[in-house]
């Protein structure tokens, strides 16, 4: 539906709330930057059945006939070997895991699921496979079975239902917020428009948009981009810089989504270790999961 | 014809009467921030589609968007209030009506504004003449009523248009069009009634096109001040025009507004700089220097 010309957002999932004008959040602490980092654990299919719907580049390469070897390896090149060195880091620097897991993954590679707790992990959903987007082409019925799928093989795989959600490629229909919130999700990371969580709307109880840095994304520097991965650290350590500072007025919010597949790779993991060390040795950091981060948001809301 | 569709007289630039800016400056400087709205769920026209990635929405691409006036339009403006910027902001009128403050803030701070249309999402190309007709006036009538200033000048919303747009722009009495980008001056374009002017915009200092691809902030300001440098450089001859386009959601990431500031105090540095916006740029050229351009390029062309 084209927006209606009127006050605030056009649609109804969240109040329009400019950054300067809010009041101001406190984390834990006083700290001035939350730092929460997801690492994504994406299955590609084999053969995606024929309805589902992808992003041309999901994967990593360009789509080529089938059997497409290479698109299918790349990404599991993450499962089986990038992600223990991302885990390393992020242990290293003292950062809990915040760990997204497809469907696909918790039901076909129980091994990393338990890996993923046993490092302290916290899972949160993220849809069935990489190859299946969640779109508008889906019905309300479909995507519902979708979603709880989603939530049905992470409760199974890991013995409690998910608090958190990132839909495969960020992917949302006009109804995913409330659908999510009806099935137990309680905070979101679809939405990258923000340096602070903020509140969404629904009738099925509370939820949460925990905002990702876009342009942080490791998909869409290296790979969509072609940042180089030396400039890849720098961008982060000049964006963790601004948030700090901008951070001793306002609590600010630095949430890192990463792919083991592109960031794991031996030559890149170095570039990680490093902006890393950069933010976690100052004063005033709190690293956190994506579920503590907006635990403490709901209980301690920015004041006037 | 030099250049289709008979809009433009050829006037090379090595053979022109000279420009002289006021207080003598060198080069006017205009900086243009993109305040914009990209719809959640837009009409796809049947030519161009907004969101090309996925079906509507496409949250990602919307809210990487939304995120400029959420946060990062209000650290640009430190930025330019740290260098007392006066801008002409490329405004999707519809802003106005959304986000209050974001108005407000541009206001207070004394910004001219050149229309973008309405949102980022709707394009002119398909428009009819009165469509269009309507268009002016629905941009006209918005900007008074939110600014209470008289729009002068468009970009088209998302540099769109119709073959019709500079005659209706004129109609409708604007007087500058910068989606030409075809001069480093003021450039008087064709039009049934009226006067219209080019001034000059920019797609290559401008930190969509570059952001999109793997250049970062360092090599925005490289480029900025080895464009500054040149144009410095020749407008001591005749004043030459120097636009810098941005677009908060971009420019206001936490690890690019440096990147700004070290542009502008670089630029702001020098003498010879009017700092000005699109709306006085065509003012002064059309009141000191159209008629001398116009007569200037009809001998040119013989």
């Given at each position: 539906?084209?927006?209606?010309?009127?006050?605030?957002?056009?649609?109804?999932?969240?109040?329009?709330?400019p950054i300067s004008k809010r009041g101001i959040l406190r984390w834990p602490d006083n700290a001035r930057v939350a730092v929460c980092v997801i690492v994504d654990l994406d299955h590609p299919e084999w053969q995606p059945?024929?309805?589902?719907?992808?992003?041309?580049?999901?994967?990593?390469?360009?789509?080529?006939?089938?059997?497409?070897?290479?698109?299918?390896?790349?990404?599991?090149?993450?499962?089986?070997?990038?992600?223990?060195?991302?885990?390393?880091?992020?242990?290293?620097?003292?950062?809990?895991?915040?760990?997204?897991?497809?469907?696909?993954?918790?039901?076909?590679?129980?091994?990393?699921?338990?890996?993923?707790?046993?490092?302290?992990?916290?899972?949160?959903?993220?849809?069935?496979?990489?190859?299946?987007?969640?779109?508008?082409?889906?019905?309300?019925?479909?995507?519902?079975?979708?979603?709880?799928?989603?939530?049905?093989?992470?409760?199974?795989?890991?013995?409690?239902?998910?608090?958190?959600?990132?839909?495969?490629?960020?992917?949302?229909?006009?109804?995913?917020?409330?659908?999510?919130?009806?099935?137990?999700?309680?905070?979101?990371?679809?939405?990258?428009?923000?340096?602070?969580?903020?509140?969404?709307?629904?009738?099925?109880?509370?939820?949460?948009?925990?905002?990702?840095?876009?342009?942080?994304?490791?998909?869409?520097?290296?790979?969509d981009r072609r940042v180089n991965i030396g400039r890849y650290q720098q961008l982060i350590e000049d964006g963790f810089d601004v948030l700090y500072q901008d951070g001793q007025q306002n609590g600010r919010l630095l949430?890192?989504?990463?792919?083991?597949?592109?960031?794991?790779?031996?030559?890149?993991?170095?570039?990680?270790?490093?902006?890393?060390?950069?933010?976690?040795?100052?004063?005033?950091?709190?690293?956190?999961?994506?579920?503590?981060?907006?635990?403490?948001?709901?209980?301690?809301?920015?004041?006037? | 014809?030099?250049?289709?569709?008979?809009?433009?007289?050829?006037?090379?630039?090595?053979?022109?009467?000279?420009?002289?800016?006021?207080?003598?400056?060198?080069?006017?400087?205009?900086?243009?921030?993109?305040?914009?709205?990209?719809?959640?769920?837009?009409?796809?026209?049947?030519?161009?589609?907004?969101?090309?990635?996925?079906?509507?929405?496409?949250?990602?691409?919307?809210?990487?968007?939304?995120?400029?006036?959420?946060?990062?339009?209000?650290?640009?403006?430190?930025?330019?209030?740290?260098?007392?910027?006066?801008?002409?902001?490329?405004?999707?009128?519809?802003?106005?009506?959304?986000?209050?403050?974001?108005?407000?803030?541009?206001?207070?701070?004394?910004?001219?504004?050149?229309?973008?249309?309405?949102?980022?999402?709707?394009?002119?190309?398909?428009?009819?003449?009165?469509?269009?007709?309507?268009?002016?006036?629905?941009?006209?009538?918005?900007?008074?009523?939110?600014?209470?200033?008289?729009?002068?000048?468009?970009?088209?919303?998302?540099?769109?248009?119709?073959?019709?747009?500079?005659?209706?722009?004129?109609?409708?009495?604007?007087?500058?069009?910068?989606?030409?980008?075809?001069?480093?001056?003021?450039?008087?374009?064709?039009?049934?009634?009226?006067?219209?002017?080019?001034?000059?915009?920019?797609?290559?200092?401008?930190?969509?096109?570059?952001?999109?691809?793997?250049?970062?902030?360092?090599?925005?300001?490289?480029?900025?001040?080895?464009?500054?440098?040149?144009?410095?450089?020749?407008?001591?001859?005749?004043?030459?025009?120097?636009?810098?386009?941005?677009?908060?959601?971009?420019?206001?990431?936490?690890?690019?507004?440096?990147?700004?500031?070290?542009?502008?105090?670089?630029?702001?540095?020098?003498?010879?700089?009017?700092?000005?916006?699109?709306?006085?740029?065509?003012?002064?050229?059309?009141a000191n220097y159209y008629d001398q351009a116009v007569d200037h390029a009809s001998r040119i062309n013989g």
């Amino acid at each position: 539906m084209p927006a209606e010309r009127r006050f605030g957002m056009d649609h109804e999932h969240y109040d329009w709330s400019p950054i300067s004008k809010r009041g101001i959040l406190r984390w834990p602490d006083n700290a001035r930057v939350a730092v929460c980092v997801i690492v994504d654990l994406d299955h590609p299919e084999w053969q995606p059945p024929e309805d589902s719907f992808t992003t041309p580049f999901a994967g990593g390469l360009s789509a080529r006939s089938f059997p497409d070897y290479a698109r299918l390896g790349h990404r599991e090149y993450g499962h089986r070997v990038g992600i223990f060195r991302v885990l390393d880091v992020l242990e290293k620097h003292g950062i809990k895991p915040t760990v997204a897991i497809d469907a696909m993954t918790a039901e076909n590679y129980p091994y990393l699921v338990q890996h993923c707790l046993d490092r302290g992990a916290e899972i949160i959903g993220h849809g069935v496979a990489l190859t299946r987007m969640i779109t508008s082409n889906m019905t309300e019925e479909a995507e519902r079975a979708y979603i709880a799928q989603s939530v049905d093989a992470l409760t199974s795989a890991t013995g409690s239902a998910p608090a958190g959600w990132l839909g495969p490629e960020y992917g949302e229909s006009s109804r995913t917020p409330q659908l999510l919130s009806q099935a137990g999700i309680r905070y979101v990371c679809d939405w990258v428009n923000d340096e602070q969580p903020y509140p969404l709307k629904s009738p099925h109880g509370e939820i949460f948009a925990l905002p990702v840095m876009s342009e942080l994304d490791d998909v869409v520097a290296l790979w969509d981009r072609r940042v180089n991965i030396g400039r890849y650290q720098q961008l982060i350590e000049d964006g963790f810089d601004v948030l700090y500072q901008d951070g001793q007025q306002n609590g600010r919010l630095l949430a890192l989504n990463l792919h083991p597949w592109l960031i794991g790779q031996p030559f890149r993991i170095g570039y990680l270790d490093r902006a890393l060390s950069h933010i976690m040795r100052r004063e005033g950091v709190w690293a956190a999961s994506g579920s503590e981060i907006v635990d403490w948001y709901r209980n301690n809301p920015p004041t006037a | 014809m030099p250049l289709p569709p008979d809009r433009v007289d050829y006037s090379p630039i090595i053979d022109r009467p000279p420009i002289k800016w006021p207080n003598g400056a060198r080069v006017a400087l205009w900086i243009a921030p993109n305040v914009e709205h990209y719809e959640y769920e837009p009409e796809f026209d049947g030519h161009r589609d907004p969101w090309p990635r996925t079906p509507y929405p496409d949250v990602q691409a919307y809210s990487y968007r939304d995120y400029g006036n959420r946060v990062g339009f209000w650290r640009m403006l430190e930025v330019l209030d740290k260098h007392n910027i006066r801008c002409c902001v490329s405004l999707n009128m519809a802003v106005l009506e959304h986000f209050p403050e974001v108005g407000e803030a541009m206001m207070q701070r004394d910004y001219d504004f050149m229309s973008h249309g309405i949102y980022n999402t709707r394009y002119l190309n398909t428009y009819t003449e009165e469509q269009e007709r309507e268009f002016y006036r629905d941009t006209i009538d918005t900007l008074k009523r939110h600014t209470g200033k008289q729009l002068k000048g468009m970009l088209g919303p998302a540099i769109s248009g119709t073959e019709r747009t500079p005659d209706l722009m004129a109609e409708a009495g604007l007087i500058y069009h910068t989606d030409w980008m075809h001069d480093d001056q003021p450039v008087p374009i064709k039009v049934k009634s009226g006067k219209l002017v080019s001034v000059p915009y920019s797609i290559e200092l401008n930190d969509a096109p570059l952001f999109r691809q793997h250049y970062e902030g360092d090599y925005f300001a490289e480029i900025c001040k080895a464009q500054f440098d040149q144009l410095y450089q020749e407008g001591a001859e005749s004043g030459r025009v120097m636009c810098i386009a941005l677009h908060p959601y971009l420019t206001g990431q936490p690890h690019r507004a440096k990147y700004l500031d070290e542009i502008l105090g670089y630029i702001m540095s020098h003498d010879g700089v009017w700092q000005t916006t699109a709306d006085d740029i065509a003012d002064y050229y059309i009141a000191n220097y159209y008629d001398q351009a116009v007569d200037h390029a009809s001998r040119i062309n013989g």
